[in-house]
């Protein structure tokens, strides 16, 4: 038997229903923006995102990306290999321009849907507001057969399935390259909003101050944990 309800659901509609609070307007001085939205806080529909097919990837005309064969026993290591990816090289924002990764990376098709959704929709956005647009990414990876963290013991990466996404800077139009880790002060503020971003949309997100292994470049993934446990760890100095 259902419990009894509660008295304030019994108020006529207009009190009983009032609408979800919404975010405040995002500050357009980058300076401003301290602390998450609530609606990025949020996270994301993961079932979707492991939903994505290569298909439905590729119907995406943004993704500047070529098909790739499935690759098993990557390196002869069983724990090795995409079995639905791609070669992304990058992808076309809404006002025709592209962000292309430094060199071509071979990724699992979901993950290059999030990681394209990203640069489009959070990152492209955010680094405009800095005074030029983002034209590529430096220093990216994907699949890469190895365990974590290149140990020679341990357990497997994320890359190693093609499931996680490294960059190490990104580069503006006017032609500044700006690393994804570092102290500048003039930076904290961007950085702020790409952490904020990119732990939103990744189930694993480690920068600088995480684990030693992540000092010089940004890594993230959709790795899936008991109880949607997720990590957002970049200490942003
Ligand atoms: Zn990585």
Sequence with gaps: MPPPRPAELSAPPA???????????????LGSAVGAPPALQRAPDEAAVESVSCAAVFADLNIIAEPAPPLTNGNGNSACGVREGLTLRGVRLADGSTVMLQ???????????????WIRDDLAPTVAKSGSPLT??????????????????????????GNAFDVHAIGLKDGRTLQMMGAEP?????????????????????????????EDHLHVD???RRNGYRLCQWDIR
Excluded at 17 to 28: D, G, I, K, L
Excluded at 109 to 117: F, K, L, P, R, T
Excluded at 151 to 161: D, L, P, R, W
């Design 186 to 214: 003039a930076l904290k503020s961007l950085r702020e909003d790409v952490k904020q971003s990119a732990c939103a949309r990744f189930t694993t997100v480690l920068g600088s101050g995480s684990d030693g292994y992540h």
């Design 103 to 117: 060199s071509a990376v071979h990724i699992r098709c979901a993950m290059a849907a999030a990681v394209a959704q």
């Design 222 to 224: 959709l790795a899936a």
């Design 136 to 161: 590529r990414l430096v220093g990216v990876g994907a699949y890469e057969c190895r365990l974590r963290n290149n140990q020679s013991s341990g357990k497997i990466s994320e890359h190693a399935t």
């Design 15 to 29: 009190e009983a229903a009032p609408e979800a609070p919404t975010p405040p307007p995002r500050p357009a001085d």
